[in-house]
């Protein structure tokens, strides 16, 4: 269809051809926008994300999203590249020690801690500071970040990627007041279902969760493919009166009590 015809966009995470990011950019460029990809210089070792910016013909530009000289590297030069400033962002970078070594939530290293919530959450304020401060953001855009419904309800094997999502939730809120005020651009998350991802495979019983969901949502499971959908309408000028919202992306698992399906089980 075209709706993001004209439009450029830096696009954060993409690491395989399970990643939603990797999805998103894909739709974005079948949409008609113009993207950078970037992702930790640590990721780049993978190899995979070179195979997907020759399919978009996009430009790869490494960046620790924790890093604030890396941030005002990615945009001057993906401004550079793309021609202008920019009219979409996606923030999909989350990351837990204390998950990936199967620490207990009770017994979690909280230096580890910190580390998950500067690169899961305090990122995402980092990379709207950048962008603010280098006024990198046409008029009406769009920023967009992945997080997870945890962050209000518990689900005690996401451990304190929880905590990182609801921080992650609060900066769009509150960044988005500011972006909105001065010109007009948007701030949202969206709130996906499990989806199968080799991060969200990387957490403890997800498979069994995963079909948890799928039972107990009436559409199911939203997978990768809807979920860049749904960002490319973000992105796009459909939803231009749309911010600060925590957007549910689930099948409506967000809002079930109980599935009759899960008691026949």
Known sequence: MGILNGKRGVIFGALDEQSIAWK??????????????????????????????????????????????????????????????????????????????????TDLNHEWMQKSLDVSAISFHKVMQTLWKMDAMNDWGSIVALTYMAAQRTFPDYSEMAEAKALLESFARSFGYHFGTRNKVRVNTISQSPTMTTA???????????????????LGNADAESCAAYCVSLFSDYTKMVTMQNLFHDGGFSNMGMNPAILED
């Open 24 to 105: 998103v950019a894909e739709a974005c460029v079948a949409e008609g926008a113009k993207i950078t990809l970037t992702n930790a210089p640590v990721a780049m070792r993978f190899g995979e994300i070179n195979k997907l910016a020759e399919k978009l013909d996009a430009e790869i530009i490494p960046a620790d999203a924790t890093s604030m000289d890396d941030l005002n590297n990615l945009f001057e030069k993906s401004m550079e590249i793309l021609g202008g400033k920019l009219d979409f962002v996606l923030h999909s970078i989350g990351m837990s020690i204390n998950v990936r070594k199967k620490r207990e939530y």
């Open 200 to 218: 969200g495979s990387g957490v403890k019983g997800f498979d069994g969760f995963f079909n948890y969901a799928d039972k107990m949502s009436p």
